[in-house]
């Protein structure tokens, strides 16, 4: 069975940073777009970062543009967030997406695999 499998979340105070990683198994996601996604208290969920099959696009959100960092590991089947300059709005539950297509998810309609989700916790 298909399964993404997030880690690295956890507590940090606000301007530091964390590693997020995402492992795909069951089958293999190394031709589909793939994102993270994040879901605060209370807030919809919405697209963080998004990576292309290739690794060779990628898109951020307009809040995190500058501070996030994702990519691709060599296999494409594990994916990466630096989360740099981490501030309390961060706050969320992270989730790891894979795509329909090659191409980056852009919304949740465009997601086939979730992952169970990381807690990242900013602290002021």
């Known amino acids: 069975q298909a399964q993404l499998v997030e880690s690295g979340g956890g507590l940090v105070q606000a301007g530091g940073s964390l590693r997020l990683s995402c492992a795909a198994s069951?089958?293999?996601?190394?031709?589909?777009?793939m994102g993270w996604f994040r879901q605060a208290s209370g807030k919809e969920r919405e697209l963080v970062a998004a990576i292309s099959w290739a690794g060779d696009r990628t898109y951020y959100a307009d809040s995190v543009k500058g501070r996030f960092t994702m990519s691709r590991g060599n296999d494409k089947n594990t994916v990466y967030q630096q989360m740099n300059g981490l501030e309390p709005e961060d706050t969320a539950v992270y989730y790891c997406a894979a795509s329909r297509r090659t191409d980056p998810p852009r919304s949740p309609n465009d997601v086939n695999a979730w992952g169970k989700g990381t807690l990242v916790t900013v602290s002021s």
């Open positions: 069951g089958r293999t996601f190394s031709v589909y777009g």
